[in-house]
């Protein structure tokens, strides 16, 4: 057993990077590269207009391939809240294919569609709003979505819709000639074996792909598909492999290649600087996406546009979906803005989960933490360096054999001690607990699991078995409603020994990551109840993360919110808590990969998202460690890890210099807690990133489109790392015509629309406020973020050129559901203009009383008053201290004392 | 409305130690005299003074420090933003007079435990530090031992060189008579091998003639000749009958007396018809190295294999490691065949081993056996000198480590002490090396070899370094650090391996034990601890 293993991770473990070779190409993917051997050019299908069925909320129709006879269905629906939603499916398969549950929260409310005009070349649908149409094209076949006289989005306008239809294997045919009615297609390699290395995938259901294409005329910036370790605007994929979607466990995956990684999201969004959209592609087979932009020339497809479009010299980007089985089913997101677009594809997935206050603190991770003595001196060690810390997290050794839900009995004996004493310290700790479950009869989870038949199966009917961290491993089946229910019930304080309520959990490895599987993940073949593993492959991640969220939820009696971090993540995935991206390692280039990685994920619903902050291979060197904390302390998920074979690299090993820039940076998070929280409460109520690419708040400014260097947080502080060894300075780009952004240090004023060339030392951080938003910091930072809860709070206003600013305040719990079950919180509207700041309920029916008050209210870009008055909730008025820096023009209001959850008001005189 | 938020039950028990600074109703100069504010600014809650100085009792200056009196036991300061968070940290409960936080006041608990601490550490001290200077009394001893030893020894070196010296000149003596008389012998030997070998050549060309002549008429012929392919000189495989005339000398047919002269030309290569098989099987055999051709792994690809060492993966490893030692024996053989064309290794033929040289007469013996006396007493007393010059060579090696000012750690040179944990036996060997024994078997690894006290500069003899062990899989070489506290035993304590391939243990010895009063004043001195 263990040479074995020992072998494998040799062979993994021992290249330098990436072994590319472990990982198909499309080539090598059958159905990849039958479907892309089909060219643009005139398509076989053609709509049956006679068999148009038109209902309140949809319409169907059927569709036929002229080659072969087959036909599908297709359905359209208009979905509330500006969405069109577009099924494809085999009119009879043979047998059901798979259509992905549990990623909608809803069944999407649909809208009338009312029928325009008809004739024997088409339809033309009303779509209710702006004169939006769908113009459904009978020969060949094709949707157009219209507004007024603007083509928005055309569907195989380049004839790449292809349903390889369900079939009899042809020996079976032979001996059943009677069933031979239509004209058979000649079988191509790959459609009922594929072999990988040393994998064979025995598709006993044959193929099953299907493939359409979009054209976004006016487009050429299309982003999202995550997980790819490339740019945020995505490329041109002529002449490579697609972008891939395939959750894979990536052994040092290499930058700026189109490779899966760990996570898939199928969602693409195109803008330009008239309008913002979205597609949603909801299958969870294997999933390749070309792109292709005819920016540069219009060739092949511009005459094909020409007869809607009537002109060949705007942009156009065309998408292309393949996967690899399931339905087709589409969910055109028809924004115009960008934050109409994350509002309908949350209304659609959910938003992100309104993390607890402490998991958006720093996070303290190795791989491992030895025993409870090396967490206690960690522990020490943060208060030590006065350096704040609310977790710390135990790695695969921590548990008895890899037996996950154990602990190892010498080095971690009395786990309930270790928890106690991080409680005692307001500080909490994570335990991984991963998909993998070690094959031996003396678990006892393996034992329920397999006396409940809660494995995945293989292709035989017998327990699937792989090879992970402990062995010889089983994979239990998390598609299963039941195995799910069972997995989040061993969470619970009297299944899970030695948990605590200070303890929450790490899914990692669920892609699942199967050692000596093909592409390190699971068989194809393998069974997940009657569906293939192919055709749940990327959602598997999803449901362990769900399955684990819920048990942490369960445990507390639906109190307590939970903190799951996940590796592997589909769509909805946000609804379950965390991700990060993956294996990294300590160089340069990957602290920079870090914002497109996670900007990405943002614009389609994930923001709770980090990277390993140092790199988790590797040794990163004192100025790389400095950088990506100084970076990770502005990026959602902020936490440090590292490699078992890494030099230790807690921040105070560095000497003194190293270990007061590292405080600085954590010290920064810290203080920005509350703006942290409030920007999640946002990304909870309304799907908009917490990170975001500068295009979402610049939509009309090209300057911004590819710009991922930097970012927003919210829409309000606009951060440029240093990720650049030995930089001198970083030229960040500032924008919006006619803005002012104050440097958040020095409260130095800058033009927006220009590029500023910000000279840097070790200790820089730029970091930008917008004039005209007002930011709550609370500056008094303590070892935790529990510790400051009550604390008081100060008010960055950073006026615009008009004098004007405004922000929001939100506060609650911290970390119980009882803002959203009781409507426990305090959301408060901050205002400044006609100098008059007042802070006013946004949210006058809840209910929450907080300790914290205002001690300070610091503006930027005042003039000097000659006098303040603080007017009460109660009407009362007194007069408040201030301090004006001319040269800076900053004026100081000191200590107004007012409470953070009361009305009131402040004039400036 | 301004909420009460300052209860502001801060007693000025608090501001004791720096009461001077504060003095009730008069304005506040802040300690880095940047302003003066109003008193009633000083611990209002909120940080007026850039330095933090006028909030010594509240957590509202994120760089202030808060002065813990802990009646009862030592006094300290905490950071600033520790007041009210809610956890204990004074053991005076002042920290948290209000968060709600229950704490208890400890000090007096605490106060008793340290005494206790510090009155066991001073015993231990007090003992420690008589049996450092016992050690250090031991170490002069020993030190004087190895001194005279040396001298003793270098005396005795002199001695021994002068006797090496006179009996080799006996020995080159007794040597010269002895080779003169192997010599005439071996000649003797040869000239009677030469008749002999004469002889059997005869035979053989007796034998030969007649086999070639195969009509039995006398002659050999050109067309008997022709029948041994192997007489060929043209390498075509055959012999025609211009080959074999030549062969013959020019004629056609040679008779019994003209046939030494062929039997010259063709001996080397005439093959009997009789003991054709016997020939061919051991005649390739001479030419060709006894041993089989080496394995053909390029060493380089061993080394690589030899470099997967980790310690995490020990069964996989156990089997690497004998491949590559078995590949690296079989690679010794191998160099010595490049060293030396094969031909020298060809054994000597059997038919010479038939007759082995006679025995040396008595004469001869008697001077064999003179001179190999004096080789053996030449050679004896080499050894007896490269002897001494060992025993020096490892006392100077000895007296070169840096033993500590007075010596007190020499005497854990060459000594070894072992810690047993549940999975390891780990083995420190002072001034020598660290290794680390699975318990139930398994090969020894090195987590480091004797390198340099390491301790801080104050004293530097507090840290020992071993560095250079075994490597670590993708990491660094192993390394160990050995912290050495003062105990009465010597003993190993603990080992822990902090980060990878780095590990620490610890080692108490009353070789580091201070002067008590030394360790009394140094600990009270220590307020931050």
Known sequence: ?909 | LIVSILPLPIEWEQLRMKRQFYEENKPFTCLDGSRTIPFDRVNDDYCDCRDGSDEPGTAACPNGSFHCTNAGFRPTFIPSSRINDGICDCCDTTDEYNSGAKCENTCKELGQKEHEVLQKMAEITKEGFLLKQQLIQEAKNRQQEKQSKLTELQNNKKELEEKVEALRTVKETAEQPEKEAKELHLKAWEEQKAIIRAEKDKAKMAEAFLELDDDADGFVAVAELQTHAELDTDADGTVSETEAQGLLGGVDHVDTASFEKVWDNIKDKYVSEVSNNSQDSHTPDITRPVEPAPVDTPPEESNKLADNDSEQYPSDDDVQEEEEEDEEEDDYPEEDFDKAPPTVKTPPKKDEDEEAMPPYDDETRVLIDAAQKARDNFEESERALRDVDDQMKNIEKEISFDFGPDSEFSYLYSQCYELTTSEYIYKLCPFNRVSQKPKYGGSETNLGTWGTWAGPEDNKYLLMKYEHGTGCWQGPNRSTTVKLTCGKETTVMSTSEPSRCEYLMEFTTPAVCQEPEAVISSLHGHDEF
């Open chain 1, 1 to 909: 057993m263990v040479p074995l293993l020992v072998a494998l991770l040799f062979l993994c473990l021992g290249a330098e990077a990436v072994d590319r070779s472990n990982f198909k190409t499309c080539e090598q993917s059958s159905f990849c590269k039958r479907q892309r051997e089909l060219k643009p050019g005139q398509s076989p299908y053609r709509a049956l207009l006679d068999t148009l069925e038109l209902s309140d909320s949809r319409i169907t129709l059927q569709l036929i391939n002229d080659n072969n006879k087959v036909r599908l269905l297709l359905e359209l629906y208009r979905l509330h809240g500006n969405m069109t939603r577009v099924k494809i499916n085999e009119l009879k398969p043979l047998k059901p294919r798979y259509e992905v549950p549990d990623v909608l929260i809803t069944d999407p409310p649909t809208e009338p569609m009312t029928l325009v005009a008809q004739d024997e070349n088409g339809l033309v649908l009303s779509l209710g709003v702006d004169e939006q149409r769908v113009i459904v094209s009978a020969r060949p076949f094709r949707l157009d979505i219209v507004e007024g006289p603007t083509v928005l989005l055309s569907l195989n306008s380049r004839g790449l819709l292809t349903f390889e239809h369900l079939r009899l294997r042809k020996d079976t045919l032979r001996s059943n000639s009677s069933q031979k009615l239509m004209k058979e297609e000649e079988d191509k390699p790959g459609m009922w074996e594929e072999t990988f290395k040393t994998h064979s995938d025995s598709k006993p259901n044959g193929p099953s792909s299907i493939s359409l294409d979009f054209s976004f005329p006016g487009v050429d910036h299309v982003y999202g598909i995550p997980e790819h370790a490339d740019t945020l605007k995505l490329r041109n994929t002529d002449g490579g492999d697609p972008y891939r979607l395939y959750n894979l466990d990536v052994f040092q995956y290499e930058l700026h290649n189109l490779m899966a990684l760990y996570g898939a999201v199928p969602v693409i969004i195109s803008h330009n600087t008239e309008r913002t959209m979205g597609i949603f592609w909801l299958n969870a087979a294997e999933t390749w996406v070309d792109i292709s932009s005819s920016t540069a020339g219009k060739t092949v497809f511009g005459k094909m546009m020409d007869f809607v479009q009537g002109s060949s010299e705007v942009p156009q980007t065309d998408v292309r979906w393949i996967s690899e089985s399931g339905i087709i089913d589409v969910f055109v997101l028809l924004g115009p803005t960008p934050n109409d677009v994350f509002a309908q594809y949350a209304s659609l997935t959910g938003t992100q989960a309104f993390p607890s206050l402490s998991t958006l603190g720093y996070h303290q991770c190795r791989w491992n933490y030895n025993d409870k003595e090396d967490v206690k001196t960690v522990d020490e060690g943060f208060d030590k360096h006065d350096i704040p810390c609310d977790f710390i997290w135990l790695d695969i050794e921590h548990t008895d054999g890899k037996r996950y839900f154990t602990w190892d009995p010498h080095k971690f004996a009395q786990p309930k001690e270790m928890l106690q004493g991080l409680m005692d310290k307001k500080r909490k700790m994570v335990a991984i607990v991963d998909p993998h479950i070690k094959v031996d009869s003396g678990y006892n989870i393996n034992n329920e699991i397999r006396s409940k038949s809660f494995y995945v199966k293989t292709k035989d009917g017998a327990d699937y078995e792989g090879w992970c961290w402990p062995g010889n491993s089983g994979y239990p089946d998390f598609t299963n409603p039941e195995m799910r229910a069972w997995w989040a019930s061993k969470f619970a304080y009297d299944q899970y020994e030695g948990s605590m309520e200070n303890l929450f959990i790490w899914n990692d490895m669920n892609e699942p990551s199967v050692f000596n599987g093909p592409e390190v993940t699971m068989h194809k073949d393998a069974l997940h109840g009657s569906w293939e593993h192919r055709d749940v492959h990327n959602i598997y991640g999803l449901y362990v993360q769900k399955a684990t969220s819920e048990g942490l939820i369960q445990r507390s009696g639906g109190v307590e919110r939970p903190f799951v971090l996940t590796r592997a993540f589909f769509a909805g995935s946000q609804r379950y808590g965390a991700v990060w991206t993956g294996d990294n390692a300590a160089e340069w280039g990957h602290l920079k990969i870090s914002i497109p990685m996670c900007l990405s994920l943002g614009l389609v619903g994930i923001s709770f998202c980090g990277a390993d902050v140092g790199g988790f291979f590797k040794h990163p060197s004192t100025e790389l460690l400095v950088r990506w904390y100084q970076a990770g302390a502005y990026q959602p998920f902020f936490r440090a890890h590292a490699h078992l074979d890494t030099p230790r690299r807690e921040p105070w090993l560095f000497g003194p210099d190293n270990t007061a820039l590292i405080r600085e940076a954590v010290r920064q998070r810290y203080a920005l807690l509350p703006f942290w929280y409030q920007l999640f409460y946002n990304a909870y109520r309304t799907g908009q990133p917490v990170m975001r690419a500068l295009w979402v708040e610049y939509p009309k400014e090209p300057a911004t489109f590819v710009i991922e260097d930097e970012y927003l947080l919210g829409k309000d502080l606009l951060v440029h790392p240093v990720t650049d060894e030995g930089a001198k300075g970083v030229t960040a780009y500032l924008p919006g015509k006619g803005e002012i952004w104050y440097d958040v240090h020095t409260f130095q004023k800058h033009k927006g629309a220009q590029n500023l060339y910000i000279p840097v030392t070790m200790s820089s951080i730029p970091v930008f406020q917008r004039g005209g938003s007002i930011i709550s910091r609370k500056n008094r930072v303590r070892r935790s973020s529990t510790c400051m809860e009550n604390d008081p709070y100060t008010l960055y206003v950073a006026l615009s050129p008009q004098g004007t600013a405004e922000g929001e305040i939100y506060i609650d719990d911290f970390h119980t559901f009882n803002f959203e079950k009781e409507k426990q919180f305090i959301h408060r509207h901050l205002h400044f203009s006609d100098n008059t700041l007042s802070s006013n309920n946004l949210a006058p029916d809840s209910n929450f009383s907080t300790a914290a008050w205002i001690e300070k209210v610091i503006i930027m870009g005042a003039t000097q008053p000659t006098s303040i008055s603080l007017i009460a909730a109660d009407g009362t008025k007194s007069a408040v201290e201030f301090e004006f820096d001319s040269a800076a023009s900053v004026l100081t209001l000191r200590k107004p004392g007012v409470n953070a959850g009361a009305d009131w008001t402040v004039l400036l005189q």
